[in-house]
């Protein structure tokens, strides 16, 4: 079965990048979209952006101007850069597979999670 | 962007009783609406997608319903491992979560 593994620096200064890799094993990371999800300390989900195994991106609007979302089919892992981190960025951070069901498959769905990975922003 | 509504924000229940938790959509969404359970250190896992389909493997007492702004997810016969918080998405424009229903042991 498909597993989501989350890597990266779990510190991070302040205006600094953020950069974490989900890898993906046990499938393909092909006809797939695949997602960044971050939950703040105490707080709720939100949704940070995902990627088609083609390179096509969809961003959260509040959070565009500061996100890149990669993929390597080669390696089956996608990436996530956080621009100008503040401690606002503190999170667990996670990967996620998006699939299609439902009527004629128009729904989409997260369901494959990593477990997350902490990130710290403080200098 | 769709803002999406929960209600309660926590909720306290016994085993074996049975619980709905709302949410709403800013605007209508028609049925593309999930439904994620989330426990203490752990990720999210899919619940409901498509407002009332059921995930593959999870528990025949959750349900969900609902089209348009207005969605319910029921939990019957509550078991103990169904303490935890859960969460509404949306898909029909970029993804947005409610903020999430804290069921807690009563």
């Known amino acids: 079965q498909v597993q989501l593994q989350e890597s990266g620096p779990g510190l991070v200064k302040p205006s600094e990048t953020l950069s974490l890799t989900c890898t993906v094993s046990?499938?393909?990371?092909?006809?797939?979209?695949w997602s960044w999800i971050r939950q703040p300390p105490g707080k709720g989900l939100e949704y940070i952006g995902n990627?088609?195994?083609?390179?096509?991106?969809n961003y959260n609007p509040s959070l565009k101007s500061r996100v890149t979302i990669s993929i390597n089919t080669s390696k089956n892992q996608f990436s996530l850069k956080l621009s100008s981190v503040t401690v606002a960025d503190t999170a667990v951070y996670y990967c996620?597979?998006?699939?299609?069901?439902?009527?004629?498959?128009?729904?989409?769905?997260?369901?494959?999670w990593g477990k997350g990975t902490t990130v710290t922003v403080s200098s | 962007d769709i803002q999406m509504t929960q209600s309660p924000s926590s909720l306290s229940a016994s085993v074996g009783d049975r619980v709905t938790i709302t949410c709403r959509a800013s605007q209508s969404i028609n049925s593309y609406l999930n439904w994620y359970q989330q426990k203490p250190g752990k990720a999210p896992k899919l619940l409901i997608y498509a407002a009332s389909s059921l995930q593959g493997g999870v528990p025949s007492r959750f349900s969900g319903s609902g089209s348009g702004t207005d969605f319910t997810l029921t939990i019957n016969s509550l078991q103990p491992e169904d303490f935890a918080t859960y969460y509404c998405q949306q898909s029909y424009s970029t993804y947005t979560f409610g903020q999430g229903t804290k069921l807690e042991i009563k």
């Open positions: 996620a597979r998006v699939s299609y069901g439902g009527d004629r498959n128009y729904y989409s769905y997260m369901d494959v």
């Open positions: 046990g499938g393909s990371i092909s006809t797939y979209y």
């Open positions: 990627i088609y195994y083609t390179g096509s991106t």
